[in-house]
């Protein structure tokens, strides 16, 4: 980022051990409305345990736990809840700052829903099982995370319906999963840099980030002896290159800045065995995304199978999400469609503003139309 904010956001980001930026994404809550108060204090962090969760593969996760936290008020109807799950190496803390009265999400109108994603060292995972530890984790998809906060919703929650899911990058794939698992629970739906399907580019990224991983001399089949720093930095290299753009990068850091920009990048990219595991877990289920060949049927068909309304996000320079799949989604079946230009790629939500457009769609979803946003200091 360009800004002092920014380089704060992401050393504090990369000392958590987190390949993915996940910082990138934090100032979308600095887009809000004009009016808009201080973020909702934190909720507190809540936990559904469900014993043995079978997976769509057939194995089992023991002692499964998903954390989520809840704010706002579930009216009388129970039609104002809104579910949004954590993105690739997030949590349900990184989504806090979006919530609040007049803020992306108003607390004060709906009963918001924040989801930690299996894998993301919160929820069940290969750094937190105990009977499952690192590597002997099963492998788990993104329908899984889906089925999971679907039990969450109906047996935790005891909600029939849901007036919207949400959510961005690896949320946003949940929530085109939940548009099609089950089309009838939700009024809207809004994916944000998110895709129903993993390109063959999509793949690389994701197999050469997991190949730098398990590159590493310490790793030992994720049973590290000690902290792993070179795969873990290569890897990072690898998502830095295109977690923006090249033009991005050029404008940003001059040639004269690299070196300290590259050893910034190695010397804040650590992490154990458990975290380590959580990363490659969370992207082979990226890697699995394939919606069409999971539900059996074209992309127009998935797309005029939604019952739904949906208002897609997409950057059309993003490098990390390839958003061809979800620009065709929303081609197909005619869904307002928020083309992004900017060379910030997949950290766009923090160079052009949006937030006032998600909350006007919340509250009128005819409101939305499809539209191309230039990011002008970013072109």
């Keep these: ?11 504090r980001t990369r000392k958590c051990g987190s390949i993915l930026a996940t910082a990138v994404f934090l100032l979308l809550a600095s ?20 014993g043995d969760f079978k997976l769509q593969s057939g194995a089992v996760i023991h002692e499964f736990r998903l954390s989520y936290r809840t704010l706002g008020q579930l009216n009388n109807e129970k039609s104002n809840a809104i579910l949004w799950p954590s993105w690739l190496g ?5 989504l806090l700052p979006f919530i609040g009265p007049n803020n992306v999400v ?31 984790f099963p492998q788990f998809t993104i329908r899984d995370m889906v089925e999971a906060q679907h039990r969450l919703a109906t047996d935790e929650l005891h ?7 949400m959510g961005i990058s690896m949320g946003a794939m949940q929530a085109f999963d939940w548009a099609l698992a089950y089309p009838d629970f939700m009024d809207q739906v809004i994916p944000m840099l998110g895709s129903p399907r993993s390109t063959s580019y999509d793949k690389l990224l994701w197999t050469t980030e997991i190949e730098a991983v398990e590159s590493d001399p310490e790793w030992n089949h994720g049973n590290p002896s000690q902290t792993l720093a070179k795969g873990i930095a290569l890897a990072r290299e690898i998502d830095e290159m295109n977690t923006t753009s090249p033009a991005y990068i050029a404008a940003h850091t001059d ?49 005029k199978s939604v019952h739904a309304k949906m208002l897609i996000v997409v950057c059309t320079q993003d490098h990390m999400v390839n958003p061809g799949p979800a620009i065709e989604f929303a081609t197909a079946a005619d869904f307002p469609l928020i083309r992004l230009n900017s060379a910030c790629g997949h950290r766009s939500l923090t160079c052009v503003s949006i937030g006032p457009l998600i909350a006007n769609f919340l509250e009128n979803p005819s409101s939305a139309h499809s539209e191309t946003l230039q990011d002008k200091a970013n072109p």
Excluded: C
């Design 106 to 136: 108003d607390s004060g109108k709906y009963f918001i829903i924040l989801v930690d994603a299996i894998g993301n060292h919160v929820s069940s995972s290969p750094s937190t099982s105990k009977l499952q530890p690192r590597m002997t």
């Design 255 to 303: 040639p004269e800045g690299f070196p300290a920009y590259l050893s910034d990048l190695k010397n804040n990219a650590k992490a154990d065995g458990g975290i380590a595991s959580d990363q490659i877990r969370q992207r082979q289920a990226i890697l699995k995304l394939d919606m069409p060949r999971e539900f059996g049927a074209t992309m127009a068909q998935l797309a």
């Design 1 to 11: 980022m360009g800004d002092g904010r920014g380089r704060n956001l992401n050393a």
């Design 31 to 50: 887009h809000r409305r004009a009016d808009a108060q201080a973020p909702a204090p934190e909720a507190e962090q809540k936990f559904a345990d469900f």
């Design 90 to 94: 997030g949590t349900t803390q990184d």
């Design 159 to 165: 909600l029939t319906h849901l007036r919207a899911v």
